[in-house]
């Protein structure tokens, strides 16, 4: 008992063939690569969020629609992208800036233009009728301004589509929209995905 356990004290320790070192290296090597490649992708991925979010801030604003003054253009809970420009067109959606908040309305006249709304709620800029197929029923709505109205000078006076119940430049209470005030145009819809597409 004694000889066979110094025995195997003396047996030396068996080393590794050179193709298990190879392997063991290799896949070292592999880890390592993958390793590197998982730390560039997720370094890439956070430059691009963080891009698109700097993007998003400054150029392309994404909105969330709220309410139902926009019906049926806009409905509530739809995502809308707003793009920022200087100069407004008539007919134009824009989102502005009122008390802390983001609204949505279209643009009716511009500075110096005179608006006139008849109690059946046809609208008329500068002694002509608007055509308006975005809007699904006339209404004067809620008006306290003295009409015939004109815009005054980087303003733009602006109306909801939904006229019975959008509260909009036709009150006092908001007026019209100073230049400066409007984040931009809103120009793309893109959610719900079965409505995406442009806005007019």
Excluded: W
């Excluded at 730390?39 to 993007?55: G, K």
């Excluded at 308006?132 to 589509?161: H, N, S, T």
């Amino acid at each position: 008992m004694a000889a066979d356990s110094k025995n195997e004290v003396l047996k030396k320790p068996e080393l590794p063939d050179v193709q298990t070192l190879e392997r063991v290296v290799k896949k070292h090597h592999e880890r390592r690569e993958y390793l590197r490649i998982l730390r560039s992708t997720v370094a890439s991925l956070l430059v691009v969020a963080a891009a698109a979010v700097i993007i998003s801030m400054l150029f392309l604003p994404v909105l969330r629609v709220t309410g139902t003054s926009m019906t049926p253009t806009l409905h509530d809970d739809e995502l809308v992208v707003c793009r920022k420009r200087g100069s407004f067109q008539k007919g134009d959606i824009v989102a502005f800036y009122y008390n802390n908040k983001i609204l949505l309305k279209r643009v009716i006249a511009t500075a110096g233009d005179v608006v006139d709304i008849k109690e059946d709620g046809t609208v008329i800029v500068n002694g002509k009728t608007l055509n308006e197929p975005y809007v699904d029923g006339k209404a004067l709505g809620e008006c306290d301004i003295e009409l015939p109205y004109q815009v005054p000078d980087e303003r733009i006076f602006v109306m909801g589509d939904h006229r019975s119940t959008s509260v909009d430049s036709r009150t006092k209470r908001i007026g019209c929209i100073a230049e400066e005030a409007v984040l931009g145009k809103v120009s793309l819809r893109i959610y719900p995905f079965k409505r995406i597409g442009t806005v007019d």
